[in-house]
C-alpha cells in the first residue's frame, strides 16, 4: 500500500525516533484543570529529552487553553536540530481511547509526526495511529499519482503486539483516505463507470484475487428487475449500473448494501437549495464506504461469505427523468410510487434490498446519505432495524473502530404515511415532513424477516464546514465501523 507508514516506539527511544525522522511534527497531548494547563505522561517524556518544560511553553500561549480542540505550536531544540512540537488540547481527562484519537486527527499533520499521545492511555495505540494516518489524508487532484508518504511514529510502552495493530492501522487508514479521495472528487471526473472501475482498481491494490467484482450493465438490470435504479439513472446520459463485491467462504452470509448517486440534482424535484447542489458529488459516500469496508476486510482475512451490492446512478432531470408519480418495481415484484425524485436514495436501496434478502443471509446492512441521519449531528450516524441484537452489533462495532453511531427505534404505524393507490409503497410522505425514520420506515418493508440495519451517514459523511476532528468535507464515516463488523466475531 502506498501513503502512510505507521511504526511503534517505546519512550525511551524518543530521542532515536525524532534523529531518524528529521522534520517531523511532535505530538504532545495536554490536560486543562483548575490550576491551568498541564502536561501528563507524554509531557513528561518529551520535555527530559528536549529538556523543556511543556506545561510553561503552554501557559505562555494566550489561546491555548487545553480543551479539546485547543491546539499551538513551538520550535524546540532537539537531539538532531529544531523541533517542531504540537501541543493539542485533551480536556480535562482522557475518558476514552475515542478522545485519544480525535485529537490524532486534529492534530493537522501533513508531514512526518512523532506522537505521544499514546502514553495518555493504556492500549490506545490503535486509536492514535489510525488517527494520525488518518489525519494525514489530503486530496489528490490526480488520483492516479503516487501518495507522498508520510511516517507515523507512535510512542507508545503498553501494546508488546504492536505489529498486527499498525498493520490493521495502516490498512484501515488506507481505506478511509480511498473513501475521502472518490467522495471529493468533481462529479465530471467520477461518472458512473468510473466510480465502478475505482472499486475494482482498489479491490486488485489492497486484496487481489480476494474479491470478486462485477458490473451489471442495463440490460443486466432490466434481466434482474431493477426498475428503481433505472428509473432513478434514466434521466442522465450516463447509464446507471450496479457493482457486485463478493468475498467467498462457508458459513452464514453476510450482505450489504449502498447509495452510490455520483451526482444528485434531485432530478425533476430539484433541489430548491443552490448551496446544497454543490456538495451532492457526496451521495455516493455510502457506496464508496461499503466498497472499501468489504475490500479492506478482506485483505484482514474477513471469514466470508460476504456480498455487497452498490447500485450506482446519476439523479438528473431531462425529458427522459423520472417523473413525480411514476411507478417503478423492484425484484421480487414489489413496486413503489415515486412522489418525489430528491427521495432517490431509498429507491435504489431498495433494489438492492430486495434482491439481497431473497438469499437469505444473517445479517443484512445497507447505508445511504438519505437524511440528516435522524438529526443526531456530524458526530453519529443514525440506523434503524429489525433486529436489536444487530444494531447493538453495529454501534458496538462503530465505538471499537472510532466510527459513532447512535440506534433509533422504528414503529410499525410510520408505514401508514407512505401510503399509495398506484403502488405497494410510496417513497416520500404527502401529509407530513420526510424524515430518516420515514426513509428507514420504507426500506424495512423490503427485507421481510432478515435481520437488518439501515445507516443513515448523511450528517457525518460529508461536512459542510470544520466540526472537530474533521476539516470540512468527506470523513469516510461508518467504513471504518462497517470493517469493525466484518471482521469480528458474528454476533
Known amino acids: 500500500m502506498s501513503g502512510t507508514s505507521i511504526n511503534r516506539w517505546p519512550s525511551h527511544d524518543l530521542a532515536r525516533a525524532l534523529e531518524r525522522n528529521p522534520g517531523a511534527d511532535l505530538v504532545v497531548g495536554m490536560f486543562s484543570g483548575p490550576d491551568g494547563v498541564h502536561g501528563g505522561r507524554g509531557s513528561a517524556v518529551v520535555g527530559d529529552v528536549l529538556g523543556a518544560e511543556l506545561g510553561a511553553i503552554a501557559a505562555a500561549s494566550p489561546d491555548f487553553d487545553g480543551r479539546r480542540a485547543a491546539r499551538c505550536t513551538a520550535v524546540l531544540t532537539g537531539p538532531a536540530g529544531p523541533v517542531r512540537v504540537v501541543l493539542v488540547g485533551l480536556g480535562r481527562r482522557v475518558d476514552t481511547a475515542y478522545d485519544l484519537f480525535e ?9 512526518a509526526v512523532v506522537s505521544t499521545l499514546a502514553l495518555e492511555a493504556k492500549g490506545a495505540l490503535d486509536a492514535v495511529a489510525q488517527g494520525h494516518a488518518i489525519g494525514a489524508w489530503r486530496y489528490q487532484r490526480d488520483p492516479h499519482a503516487p501518495a507522498t ?25 488506507r481505506a478511509t483516505g480511498w473513501v475521502r479521495q472518490l467522495v471529493e472528487m468533481p462529479p465530471n471526473s467520477l461518472r458512473p ?19 470478486v467484482v462485477e458490473t451489471w450493465d442495463e440490460a443486466a438490470l432490466g434481466q434482474r428487475g431493477f426498475g428503481g435504479t433505472l428509473g432513478v439513472g434514466a434521466g442522465s446520459v450516463e447509464a446507471p449500473l450496479v457493482v457486485a463485491l463478493h468475498i467467498a467462504g462457508d458459513g452464514p452470509l453476510t450482505a450489504l448494501a449502498g447509495k452510490g448517486i455520483t451526482f444528485d440534482s434531485g432530478g425533476v424535484n430539484l433541489k430548491r437549495n443552490l448551496g446544497e447542489l454543490s456538495w451532492m458529488k457526496s451521495d455516493m459516500a455510502a457506496a464508496a464506504s461499503v466498497a472499501a469496508a468489504v475490500i479492506a476486510a ?13 447500485p450506482i446512478a446519476e439523479n438528473m432531470p431531462s425529458g427522459s427523468a423520472l417523473r413525480p408519480g411514476d411507478v417503478v418495481s423492484h425484484p421480487g415484484g414489489r413496486t413503489t410510487e415515486v412522489l418525489d425524485t430528491d427521495s432517490e436514495g431509498r429507491v435504489v ?9 431473497a438469499l437469505n443471509p444473517s445479517r443484512l446492512i445497507d447505508v445511504g446519505t438519505l437524511t440528516d441521519s435522524g438529526g443526531v449531528g456530524s ?5 434503524w432495524g429489525t433486529s436489536d441484537e ?7 462495532a462503530g465505538r471499537r473502530a472510532f466510527d459513532r453511531g447512535w440506534a433509533l427505534p422504528l414503529h410499525d404505524s410510520y408505514v401508514s404515511l407512505l401510503s399509495s393507490r398506484v403502488a405497494d409503497i410510496a417513497n416520500a410522505p404527502t401529509a407530513v415532513p420526510d424524515s430518516g425514520q420515514l426513509a428507514a420506515t420504507y426500506l424495512r418493508t423490503f427485507v421481510d424477516d432478515v435481520p437488518w440495519v439501515h445507516i443513515d451517514n448523511g450528517s457525518s459523511a460529508w461536512l459542510e464546514g470544520e466540526a472537530h476532528p474533521w476539516p470540512a468535507g468527506a470523513t469516510g464515516t461508518p467504513v471504518r465501523a462497517l470493517i469493525e463488523l466484518l471482521t469480528s466475531p458474528t454476533y
Open 298 to 310: 478482506a485483505r484482514l482475512g474477513v471469514p466470508g461469505p460476504v456480498t455487497a451490492l452498490l
Open 193 to 211: 463507470n468510473d466510480f465502478a472501475s475505482a472499486i475494482a482498481e482498489f479491490a486488485d491494490e489492497l486484496a487481489p484475487g480476494s474479491v
Open 390 to 396: 444487530l444494531a447493538r452489533a453495529v454501534v458496538d
Open 149 to 173: 508518504p508520510v511516517a507515523v511514529e507512535v510512542v507508545d510502552d503498553s501494546q508488546p503486539d504492536s505489529d498486527s495493530i499498525l498493520a490493521r492501522a495502516a490498512t484501515v487508514a
Open 349 to 357: 436501496l431498495a433494489d438492492a434490498l430486495s434482491w439481497l434478502a
Open 103 to 111: 485529537a490524532a486527527v486534529a492534530s493537522g499533520n501533513a508531514r
Open 379 to 383: 458526530a453519529f450516524w443514525g440506523c
